[in-house]
Every structure is written in C-alpha cells, then in structure tokens.
C-alpha cells in the first residue's frame, strides 16, 4: 500500500488553520495508512482477497472520496486532521471498502445504487466497531456514531413550525435527491441504507453472545457469489432468504421501498414476587408507522457490576411481553438495546 499526500500543502494548510486556533494532525501519512491497511486486511478476511499487487490512496483537493480498481482518492480533509467522532476512519474504509462493493461487484440499475454505497459505508462503520473494540477497550464511539446517523435520518428536514417534505425511499437511488429534498442522496442511500444492513446484522446476531458472525458470512458470501458482476436488491433478498431460511419480504417493504420510521413510546414495571424473584413487565405502542409494521428489537437488562443481558422482542403494533424471572433486581431496562433498530424512542411511567 503506497499513500500519497501533498506534504508542502498541508503544512501550508496546517499554519492557515493555526492562525484560527485550530489544530491540525501529526503524521497524517502514517495515520491514514493505517487505516487504509487495517480495513483493507478485514475486509479481504471477510469477503475475499483483493486481485491486486499493489494498492494506492491519495489526497485530493476536494471534499469528497473516489474509488478506482487499485486507487482511492481521498479528500485532504481526512490527511489534515482525524476527528474524534470516528468519521475520519468510517470515511477511509468506506473507500477501501468499494473495492469490493462498486468494483468487485458492481449494482444492476440506479434502484440499486445501495448495493454500492449503502454496503460500503456499513463495512465501514464495522471498521470502526472491530477498531474501537480493539484500541479503546470498548465500542462507545461505534454507537455514538450510529446514534448521530440515527438522529440524522429521524429528524431530516423536521422544523419547529412543521415538517418539510418526506424523505423517498432507498428504492429510488439518486432520483431521492431534488431542489426541495438537498442532501437526500448521501442521508438514504448511504447512511439509512448502511442502518438496513445494520438491522440485518441484530436480526442475525445471538443475543446470548453477541456474537455477529453470520452477518459477516453473510456478506462474504454475497459478495464471493456476485464477483464480477452486477447485484441487484432482488438478488440480495433472495440471497438473504436462501442463506436463514425465512421470508424478509416484509423486511424490505418497510425499510427499503418504503420510508415509514416507527417512534415507539416505552414502559416498564419491576416487580418482586413471593419468592424473591423479579419480573419485568413491558408495554409499547408504536406512532409513525402502519399498525402493521413489526420489527424485532433488543431489550437491555442491565444489574450491578455492568452486567447486561439482551433480549430479542417482535414489536408487532401496540405489544405487551415479560422478561425474567430474576434472582437479581435488574438496575435499568434499555428498550432499542445498541440500537438495533432506526426508531425514534419515548419513555412513559408504567400504568397498571
């Protein structure tokens, strides 16, 4: 891997931002390298090995990225500086990661476009997952981001005297971007589209251990099955339906073709029975979304010493459910556990 940066100019760059009182990074070469390197190494693990000998980044003047067979052409603002927030790493893997998703395997029409974008910005945001789990000792930042890009779809274009127009639906690739909807394009194709893959991957992760390794399978082989040539979202759904064995039709109705996000409103009761043990009673209702709109989400229990269990519900319209017995009093209940699912959340306080 060679990294290329115009040196002379980011020092010009770095004096310019010092004079406002912004810093600028150290070594950004060998930052964004690593970057570079590390994602690129999952992701030949994860799908497959890269046909190529050598691999190039550069910088370019711009603010946007670009990828080639072979070359990647990287904004100078991500050789300037590495933000905290962890969108400097998401932004590079993101580029690697069209080596796969673009190139490797290219999509079918413009409906597909999320094939390419969508899965390229969720390699990365899982970059930024196996990162920071790694080098930090916990995945704060990773849900912190997807917090942020949550709170980014769900509050697209609401304002305090009313909402603007509606956002269209992944489905319509480039065509959501419009005079009256700017910003659209990048906000559902890549960003709610990387969240769909993200909901694949709760719906298949084990809630006993976490452990997502089927979601990762998953597109490995995907990708291993469509190399060299074009995916469409028909093509993924079948993929997706041969390899669990279940309908997900239902699944790309909503979140695909359609655009409805669901607030669901909480709550919860704790209570001791006779023999000591503890019952978790819970209610949700659900604005925003057709009664019939279901999704499974993860419940969060959480006790003394940091412990959590999670717990997998279908939220199916209004949906009542109990979890437990436990010998211990749980702490806390987290509805939308590591948020498995785009929604927006409200707590109320329990009625009986």
């Known amino acids: 891997v060679t990294i290329q940066m115009a040196e002379t100019g980011h020092r010009e760059i770095a004096h310019s931002l010092a004079a406002q009182g912004i810093g600028s990074g150290r070594n950004m070469e060998v930052q964004v390298g690593k970057d570079v390197r590390r994602s690129m190494t999952l992701f030949q693990e994860m799908l497959a090995p890269l046909p190529l000998n050598?691999?190039?980044?550069?910088?370019?003047?711009?603010?946007?990225g670009e990828a080639f067979p072979g070359l990647i052409h990287l904004s100078w603002q991500t050789f300037q500086m590495t933000r905290n927030s962890g969108d400097d790493e998401v932004f590079r893997a993101h580029e690697v990661a069209h080596q796969w998703w673009g190139i490797g395997v290219d999509f079918a029409t413009y409906h597909d476009q999320w094939i390419s974008e969508a899965f390229s910005e969720y390699c990365g945001w899982l970059y930024l997952h196996d990162l920071v789990k790694k080098e930090e000792d916990n995945d704060d930042k990773f849900y912190d981001l997807l917090e942020t890009r949550r709170k980014e779809i769900t509050g697209n274009r609401k304002f305090l005297l009313g909402d603007g127009q509606?956002?269209?639906?992944?489905?319509?690739?480039?065509?959501?971007?419009?005079?009256?909807?700017q910003g659209d394009y990048r906000l559902i194709i890549y960003q709610k589209g990387a969240w769909v893959l993200h909901m694949i991957r709760s719906m298949l992760t084990d809630t006993e251990t976490l452990d997502d390794s089927r979601f990762r399978q998953l597109l490995g082989e995907f990708y291993r099955?469509?190399?060299?040539?074009?995916?469409?979202?028909?093509?993924?759904?079948?993929f997706l339906e041969s390899f669990t064995g279940e309908k997900w039709d239902w699944f790309f109705n909503q979140w695909v073709f359609g655009t409805d996000i669901p607030t669901y409103i909480f709550s919860h009761n704790i209570a001791q029975s006779p023999n000591g043990e503890y019952l978790v009673s819970c209610r949700v209702s659900q604005e925003d979304a057709p009664q019939d709109f279901k999704m499974p989400v993860f419940v969060g229990v959480t006790f003394e010493n940091d412990r959590i269990e999670v717990?997998?519900?279908?939220?199916?319209?209004?949906?009542?459910?109990?979890?437990?017995?436990?010998?211990?009093?749980?702490?806390?209940?987290?509805?939308?556990?590591?948020?498995s699912v785009l929604c927006e959340t409200k707590s109320e306080k329990w009625q009986h």
């Not at 050598?54 to 946007?64: E, Y």
């Not at 639906?169 to 009256?180: A, E, N, V």
């Open 166 to 181: 509606k956002a269209g639906p992944i489905w319509l690739g480039y065509r959501t971007l419009s005079s009256d909807t």
């Open 225 to 238: 099955k469509y190399a060299g040539s074009q995916a469409s979202t028909a093509h993924f759904i079948s």
């Open 311 to 339: 717990y997998r519900q279908l939220v199916d319209g209004e949906t009542t459910f109990e979890i437990g017995p436990f010998s211990e009093k749980p702490k806390n209940i987290i509805f939308n556990h590591l948020e």
């Open 54 to 64: 050598h691999f190039f980044a550069t910088d370019i003047p711009f603010s946007h």
